[in-house]
């Protein structure tokens, strides 16, 4: 079954899970906005929330706006923090050169998806344990076979 979190909301248009198991629910802009080729927009959406403490809120881009039209979200995971009560916003990116972007209010722009999060206590040692990937990364295993 679903772990389902209750989250106190304001919003005139608030998200909405396409699929009963989704785990992103689509964000809607509450404004419009013109994105011209390769730039970019803050976007509000109206949406303010109020996360249980532990939890964390992540805004992500769409696949269809990505695939079809290059839209993004410029800082993707967009971080909003549990304690945050202001408005959540998203920053698309128009990565497509030739072609401007138009939104309109009630347009599904980006995504949210809920989770709880660890926070670290940091204990600084001389030396960290020993791995099997060690410091190795940024393309060591290769991309073929
Ligand atoms: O895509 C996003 C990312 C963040 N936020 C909100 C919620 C988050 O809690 C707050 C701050 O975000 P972040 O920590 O990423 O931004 P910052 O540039 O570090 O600002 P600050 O100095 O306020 O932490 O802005 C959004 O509405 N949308
Ligand atoms: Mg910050």
Redesign the pocket.
């Given at each position: 079954m679903t772990d389902v979190v209750e989250i106190p909301i304001r919003a005139e248009l608030p998200p909405n899970y396409a699929h009963a198991d989704d785990a992103g629910a689509d964000l809607r802009a509450a404004e419009s906005a013109v994105l011209a080729p390769g730039g970019r927009a803050l976007i509000g959406t109206g949406v303010s929330i109020a996360l249980p403490e532990g939890y964390a809120a992540f805004?992500v881009p769409r696949s269809g706006l990505a695939a079809k039209h290059g839209i993004t979200?410029l800082?993707a995971p967009?971080?909003?923090?549990a304690?945050?009560r202001?408005?959540?916003?998203?920053?698309l990116l128009n990565t497509d050169q030739e072609h401007e972007f138009r939104v309109e209010v009630g347009d599904r722009i980006a995504q949210v998806v809920f989770t709880p999060v660890s926070r670290a206590v940091f204990a600084p040692v001389a030396e960290l344990p020993d791995s099997e990937r060690g410091a190795k990364g940024f393309g060591s295993t290769g991309v073929r076979g």
């Open positions: 805004v979200v800082n967009g971080t909003v923090d304690g945050y202001g408005e959540i916003k998203v920053t």
